[in-house]
């Protein structure tokens, strides 16, 4: 498995001339290390007897960030099957009308599941970039540069993937079924960009007050 390999093994496979892992995986993992960042900034301040008041929620935060991270390294994984998918389904044979057509099916649905991977990073950056605003907001200020990296973290994975999905949608051929995806996609990367903005900015005010 993917996910399972050390930080230098998985550069390495990126490295190499295998399609997989690609941008797809690497946008799930940007997004599990966005949603670490947001369970250490949790976990620190419910740690901090200054923040009693919160350290519930902190730690309800922290669980949620670590749930998150994982569903991230799952998708890696999904991302690398999906394309592997894709792939065997265009090297099928194509000799006769019945060949091509099988072929063309197992390629229709290898593109859904392909899209489907990285539509759930989108979804998981959507939830990561509400995460990280509020640990922006709400979180020991201590901290609030790694808040900021999360909430970047999940919007970059978030975009990766986006381009994975528009790719795949160029060669549906259900046009009604692409449209919707696009506007789903469309929808959740305008909600994560106005959410990294905010968060961002008050990262940047907190650090210029020092």
Not at 49 to 74: F, N
Not at 146 to 159: I, K, N, T, V
Request: overall charge neutral; some cysteine.
């Amino acid at each position: 498995m993917l996910s399972s390999l050390s930080i230098n093994e998985f550069a390495q496979r990126l490295e190499s001339a295998d399609p997989t892992p690609g941008g797809g995986s690497a946008s799930a993992l940007i997004g599990a290390l966005g949603a670490a960042l947001a369970s250490m900034v949790a976990r620190l301040t419910a740690k901090s007897p200054k923040y009693a008041s919160i350290a519930q929620r902190m730690e309800r935060a922290a669980t949620e960030a670590s749930d998150l991270a994982r569903e991230y390294l799952t998708a890696i994984d999904e991302d690398a099957a999906a394309f592997d998918r894709v792939s065997a389904a265009y090297r099928m044979p194509k000799q006769s009308d019945a060949e091509r057509s099988v072929r063309d099916d197992a390629i229709q649905r290898g593109l859904i599941a392909a899209t489907d991977a990285p539509m759930r990073v989108v979804e998981l950056g959507l939830h990561g970039a509400k995460l990280a605003l509020e640990l922006v907001e709400t979180g020991n200020p201590n901290a609030v540069s790694d808040a900021g990296c999360a909430a970047l973290f999940s919007q970059a994975g978030a975009r990766g993937a986006a381009l994975n999905i528009r790719i795949n949608l160029k060669s549906l051929k259900d046009a009604t079924l692409a449209a919707s995806y696009e506007s789903r996609l469309a929808n959740m990367l305008a909600q994560i960009g106005m959410l990294v903005e905010v968060a961002v900015v008050k990262v940047e005010r907190a650090v210029e007050r020092g």
